[in-house]
């Protein structure tokens, strides 16, 4: 059962464009989300994460919107640069147990080309 | 450095086998955790230390697999009698307290293939 969903496996945005990259979610009792970037042989690395009580949150390049009647989340890159390619994965905490269990998407690999 | 060592960062071994995966984190963050990542897949979470206790070890998979956590520091991960799918990227986290929407430092991870 796939609590987290990133449906789009790959993803090729040309430099300076916008990219979007998105995530659905089956369990209304997720807390937080988060999103990490991950390149190859190297662990993932914190990118930007929205509490359930927001639907918006922002830090320099990188927005992510939170939409949770639609149980979605999206995160935009503007503009997206050649060092931004890399493995992105959606992640959710649950509220209960009150610790951070993350449960990940499979992840969708983003290629920003010249 | 100061971030998640994890050792080794490569380990091959034959099916039957056991094996010890281990995690350095990062200097005091209390909070650490094991995933696992198969070929095309997300992170799968294994286990959850606060301290030296595991409050939550729903993940780990069999009772092949346990783990332990000393000094409220480095954590060993253990695989007994190896299989093939037990072949992923094993990799740690901690953070510094486990607050819920806390971030997770992650290490480079430890790539285990099963022969």
């Known amino acids: 059962d796939q609590q987290v969903k990133q449906n789009s496996p790959s993803l090729s945005v040309q430099e300076g464009r916008i990219s979007i990259l998105n995530c659905d979610y089956t369990?209304?009792?997720?807390?937080?989300f988060l999103w990490y970037k991950k390149y190859p042989a190297e662990g993932p690395t914190f990118l930007i994460s929205?509490?359930?009580?927001?639907d918006k949150n922002e830090d320099g390049r990188f927005t992510v919107f939170l939409n949770k009647s639609a149980k979605h989340l999206s995160l935009h890159i503007v503009p997206s640069q050649p060092g931004d390619s890399a493995v992105y994965f959606c992640?959710?905490?649950?509220?209960?147990?009150?610790?951070?269990?993350?449960?990940f998407g499979a992840g969708t690999r983003l290629a920003v080309h010249p | 450095g100061a971030g998640v060592s994890q050792s080794p960062s490569n380990k091959v071994t034959e099916k039957g086998k056991d094996v010890e995966l281990r995690c350095d984190p990062i200097?005091?963050?209390?909070?650490l955790y094991w995933y696992r990542q198969s070929l095309g897949q997300g992170l799968e979470f294994l286990i959850y230390?606060?301290?030296?206790?595991?409050?939550?070890k729903s993940g780990l998979p069999s009772d092949r697999f346990s783990a332990e956590r000393t000094g409220g520091s480095v954590s060993t991960l253990t695989i007994q009698r190896t299989q093939q799918e037990d072949s992923a990227v094993y990799l740690c986290?901690?953070?510094?307290?486990?607050?819920?929407?806390?971030?997770?430092?992650f290490g480079d991870g430890t790539r285990l293939s099963i022969l």
């Open positions: 986290a901690s953070s510094p307290s486990g607050t819920l929407g806390q971030p997770q430092h």
């Open positions: 369990n209304s009792m997720f807390d937080y």
């Open positions: 929205i509490s359930s009580i927001k």
């Open positions: 992640a959710a905490s649950p509220f209960s147990g009150g610790y951070n269990k993350l449960i």
């Open positions: 200097s005091g963050h209390t909070a």
């Open positions: 230390f606060q301290g030296n206790s595991a409050p939550d």
